[in-house]
């Protein structure tokens, strides 16, 4: 290959910018990133945006690398064998490697009334969209968080802190992913934030109409507000552009991240699927994936063979407003230990995963190659063995 090496990053999430900042380790590739703001969203960040403690949006210039192009746009389809994508300006990229980070959001609930009634949190848009409801929202309205996961924890004590009557219904436990003394410590938490925690079997939503919520035990819970924080969907640009797909959408790749279809194209983050067993979605597992994903295009750049991506998950952590949080710890296989970091020490470990979240951006962007993350090389493989096969090989395109 003579002359400058185009790559193009569809997706300017973690994994996205991670990706194209590692890239620029080569001083002949030429990157571009397609995404449709013009702004940086830490989603970490977006229960803050909702509860006014944070506006959620960082400037690229702040954490692209220089040199790297920024095109404000969509993609709307990728041409594999043209090696290109159409924008929806109408405009066309050629690449000579894809990048495709495009990320998630909420997926189109299915309970009825939901989609016409609930307020989703996961976009910048849809956070914004709900801040200014809330906004004329008197503060002793009723407002309900459907989802007992991380982001309806984290929202529903946001939201309790500023003042607001809030109702968490779970639909099952409480904090699935925490180890059962942080569940405790969390639901004492709540409690301090006047938060009414609903959970346990029975508890699921079943329909949501303009003022309230009903459960699938019968009760009907009042809500003037109500907030869907639950359920899972990303882009559907793979299975438009004729790409093969997991079952919720996202692209299958192997165990280096390279599409099964086209060795040209490679994945990163929530939209990726390698092996068709995807990592957990979180911003730690995006820029890992997003620097591996430069990785295996580099070492195709230099004609040699990517290597398997290895990545494990030290801990998580859940925010409760702006004074508690819980720092779960967690084996390399991701499951939670009995030991975890409440309190003030809990806030300030989740408040220094968020800024490093960013931190780790910037950092790739003046050292590109910089950044390392915990491996085991045991985990990954155990899974895919228990999964009933080798790990896949993707199709030898060129």
């Not at 509860?51 to 959620?56: E, N, P, R, S, Y």
């Not at 609903?198 to 507000?225: F, I, M, N």
């Not at 591996?292 to 290895?310: C, F, K, M, N, S």
């Not at 590109?368 to 199709?395: F, I, T």
Request: hydrophobic share 40%; aromatic share 6%.
């Amino acid at each position: 290959m003579s002359g400058n090496i185009d790559v193009v990053v569809v997706g300017g999430g973690y994994a996205g910018v991670m990706a194209a900042n590692r890239l620029t380790q080569r001083d002949d590739v030429r990157v571009t990133v397609v995404n449709p703001r013009q702004v940086f969203v830490p989603r970490l960040r977006l229960h803050q945006l909702v509860g006014g403690t944070h506006d959620a949006v960082v400037d690229y210039q702040d954490v692209l690398a220089e040199g790297v192009r920024l095109v404000a746009d969509s993609v709307t389809r990728i041409d594999p064998a043209e090696r290109s994508v159409t924008l929806a300006d109408g405009g066309n990229l050629r690449y000579d490697y894809l990048v495709y980070a495009v990320g998630s959001g909420s997926a189109g609930p299915r309970v009825p009334g939901a989609a016409e009634f609930a307020y989703p949190v996961a976009t910048l848009e849809a956070a914004q969209r709900l801040r200014s409801v809330l906004f004329d929202t008197p503060m002793t309205a009723p407002v309900t968080v459907v989802g007992g996961g991380p982001t309806g924890i984290e929202t529903a004590a946001e939201l309790a802190e500023r003042g607001r009557a809030v109702t968490l219904v779970c639909g099952g436990v409480l904090g699935p992913y925490l180890h059962p003394k942080a569940r405790r410590t969390a639901r004492k938490y709540l409690a301090r934030l006047g938060v009414t925690v609903v959970e346990g079997p029975g508890t699921a939503v079943t329909a949501v109409t303009r003022d309230a919520v009903e459960l699938g035990d019968g009760r009907r819970q009042a809500s003037q507000v109500t907030i869907w924080t639950v359920g899972f969907g990303v882009p559907d640009l793979a299975n438009r552009s004729g790409l093969r797909t997991d079952t919720a959408g996202r692209l299958l790749t192997d165990e280096t991240l390279t599409s099964l279809d086209d060795e040209r194209i490679v994945a990163a983050g929530d939209s990726s699927a390698p092996s068709d067993l995807p990592f957990r979605m979180s911003a730690y597992a995006a820029g890992c994936l997003g620097a591996h994903a430069a990785d295996t295009v580099l070492r195709r750049i230099a004609g040699e063979q990517p290597a398997p991506i290895d990545l494990s998950f030290p801990a998580m952590c859940i925010s409760f407003g702006r004074n508690a949080g819980i720092f779960q710890l967690g084996r390399k296989d991701d499951t939670a230990l009995p030991l975890y970091f409440p309190g003030f020490a809990g806030k300030k470990l989740k408040e220094f995963a968020c800024e490093a979240s960013v931190k780790h951006l910037v950092t790739e962007a003046r050292k590109p190659g910089s950044h390392h993350w915990p491996k085991d090389g045991k985990h990954r493989p155990r899974l895919l063995r228990e999964q009933g096969g080798a790990p896949v090989v993707a199709d030898q395109v060129v």
